[in-house]
């Protein structure tokens, strides 16, 4: 299992997703914005948080625009596996490899703390360690978290199961931090090999900072 | 040639910060304040000096770059 991890100028969750995926046993590598192919051993490329490119215009506008990104689209195109976590949601929906798009969160804050999710649909390879309903406890943080998708697209992510995961409270009762839609968390693509989602599960390794939850969603897509 | 674009939420996407700004209003007395939308403005200076094309050129810029328009609508106004 090799893990390509992407770094634009302003990505700060880099290091801590090679920890992350280091931990569970897989071969990690980072891959600079400026490169022009993806690592062909690939098998999971994600793409970091942070604040690429100073999150200048939107966030994630900028860095779509990246040497990088074809070869990204190229990869998602041969059904690659991707994943967006936070900033690399951002870069992801912009790009056009996510349907919806992130806007600023609703009470204007940026917020930053640990936060309840459940899981909506686990038939993917992210979520398989998990059951549906399972609540997990994740952090968040995010200015621009608000996810949006006007009504007939979101008719189409409950159609084919691209709902992956809700914001909620600890007994798994929708609790909505940022005001998106339904408190939608996370989504995939309709073939669900694209996964994006603005929780850090990379940030939730180890009982001693919080919680090690991150492990049983990390963990689906070094079985697959 | 000048040319000024203007990015704002499509109308029915909720604008937090005009909801903010709208209160604000309304708390330091402006009370007939009804409705405020806050968007951005993004002024260009193009060596073109084709109106038409300037106007498809930035129509383009703005579809791939300087509007997202999944929740954004944007106006392209050319000043001489």
Not at chain 1, 7 to 21: L, R, V
Not at chain 1, 105 to 113: T, Y
Not at chain 1, 116 to 128: I, S
Not at chain 2, 56 to 68: I, P, Q, R, S, Y
Request: charged share 20%.
């Amino acid at each position: 299992m090799k893990v390509s991890i992407l770094q634009f100028p302003g990505t700060n969750c880099e290091y801590d997703t090679k920890y992350a995926f280091e931990k569970l046993g897989a071969q990690t590598q980072i891959v600079w914005h400026k490169a022009t192919t993806i690592p062909e051993d690939t098998s999971l490329l994600v793409v970091a948080g942070g604040f690429s490119y100073g999150d200048y215009l939107r966030s994630g506008a900028i860095a779509k625009f990246s040497p990088v990104m074809q070869a990204v689209k190229e990869y998602a195109a041969k059904g690659g596996k991707i994943l967006g976590i936070c900033n690399g949601f951002q870069v992801l929906t912009e790009a056009g490899l996510l349907p919806g798009a992130l806007k600023r969160n609703e009470s204007l804050h940026f917020l930053s703390k640990h936060h309840h999710l459940k899981v909506e649909n686990n038939d993917n390879v992210f979520l398989t360690k998990l059951a549906k309903g399972d609540v997990v406890n994740i952090p968040i943080a995010h200015h621009d978290g608000n996810y949006y998708i006007d009504e007939a697209g979101l008719a189409e992510l409950y159609a084919n199961n691209q709902v992956l995961l809700k914001y909620c409270d600890a007994s798994g009762a929708m609790k909505n931090p940022n005001g998106s839609v339904d408190a939608i968390a996370g989504v995939c693509n309709k073939e669900k090999t694209v996964f994006g989602l603005m929780p850090h599960p990379e940030r939730a390794m180890e009982t001693l900072l919080g919680s090690d939850d991150g492990v049983k969603m990390l963990q689906g897509f070094l079985e697959a | 040639m000048k040319v000024i674009v203007n990015v704002s939420l499509k109308a029915g996407v909720l604008d937090s910060q005009g909801k903010a700004v709208h209160h604000a209003l309304n708390s330091i007395h402006f009370e007939n304040v009804k409705d405020v939308r806050v968007g951005k403005q993004i002024v260009l200076n193009l060596e073109e000096s084709d109106e038409a094309k300037a106007k498809a050129d930035v129509t383009k810029m703005c579809e791939e770059l300087l509007a997202n328009t999944v929740i954004e609508d944007y106006t392209i106004e050319i000043v001489k």
